[in-house]
């Protein structure tokens, strides 16, 4: 029966066996769509599972001495894990993956990549988290220096580079205010001068942007994220672009340990199955509520790089699938009770942390996202306390615009 199932699939017989699936998938080109079902290790003929199961041995037995099976200590590597880091790599179009214990925890993994001492260099308006763990803890126990550029003024990035410059660490889009860096060109300039490139791809997803094939050594995500998609589970991933790096991160992995568990790893891979479904209406969405934003008279600014007004449309054209599925607006005069009255009258929008599940979310960068910056640093990089953050969902965005243009009609009410 499997020898028939595998003829009509177009699968090949190789010495009287079936050769595994996953192979025969990686050898054809596919569309995204069907990647996101089928990419990467998930299932082999042996077990002839639809869908990996949930490994929670700690230890795997082996029959001899000289036995060395590919799973011994979940630490090194689970079967689960496995299969959910093959998909994921194949999705960016990378050589392989490590799945970590969070997005800041693959973060910290790639730092684990450079030497005492090393310099990096970083796009203006990083994540928060990224800014602390560099900032507050590297600089500390590493010696770690930084430079915050913006990457698209290519001379202040050649004139930042140092003899100690190990890495650039891009971000596109950035967090909060979705400012885009030209990956191919900060790529170019870092691979000519011999210094490793990391982009946060969090805010994309491999659905929208694959920062691997513009020339970039490592992609991480915070996967609690678009990867996940249900806002029900902690996890980050770190994509490697070749052979050589991948293994450095597997040591690392092995070493520090802060690797993801069998649950969470099943819970990730069962949220990529969707990522393709999801993206495209959440991407579609956002645009509406952009759009929608852009035109109301209580509207400071929108920040959208889908949206034609945006300065870096056309690079968004070129570098990215769409949008994306994130929205950031700053609200005409509001203070802290407006603000507070614009949430409380939200119906679908949730106040919450995080982004990228199916239920759209309203954050406030100031005191959420951003809390644990000076206001100085804020101000900086742009963030005011009128500044809110949404991540559109995949509810009916007419619903969404509706849900908005009520809550900001409460908020301007005194």
Known sequence: MLRALAERGGCAIVAGSIQSMDRIMSDKPRNFATRTIHAGE??????NAIFPPIYTASSYIK????DNPEYAYSRVGNPTRHAYESCVAALEEGVGAVACASGVNATATVLELLPKDAHVVVMN????????????YRSHTSGLTTTYVD??????????????TQLIWIESPTNPLLHLVDIKAVCDLARAR???????????????????TLGVDLVMHSASKYIGGHSDLTGGVVVAANDALLARLRKISMAVGAIQGPFDCYLALRGLKTLDVRMERQCANALQVARFLESHPQIEQV????????PQHDLCKRQMRAGGAV??????????????????????FVLADSLGGVESMINHSWSMSHNSLSPEQKGEMGIGENLLRLSVGIEDYRDLIEDLDCALRASAAV
């Not at 308006?125 to 507050?136: A, K, N, P, Q």
């Not at 990457?151 to 100690?164: C, F, G, S, T, Y």
């Not at 011999?194 to 805010?203: P, S």
Request: glycine share 8%.
């Open 125 to 136: 308006g990083v994540y928060g988290g990224t800014f602390r763990i560099l900032e507050d």
């Open 327 to 348: 929205v950031a607006m700053k609200v005409k005069g509001g203070d802290r009770a407006a603000l507070n009255r614009l949430v409380e009258a939200l119906q679908i």
């Open 194 to 212: 011999g210094i490793l490139t990391c982009i946060d791809n969090t805010f994309c997803s491999p659905w929208n942007q694959r920062p691997i």
């Open 151 to 164: 990457l698209n003024d290519l001379q202040a990035v050649a004139a930042a580079i140092r003899p100690q």
């Open 42 to 47: 998930q299932h082999s003929v042996a077990d």
């Open 303 to 310: 920040y959208y790089p889908g949206l034609e007004s945006h």
């Open 63 to 66: 029959r001899s001495l000289d």
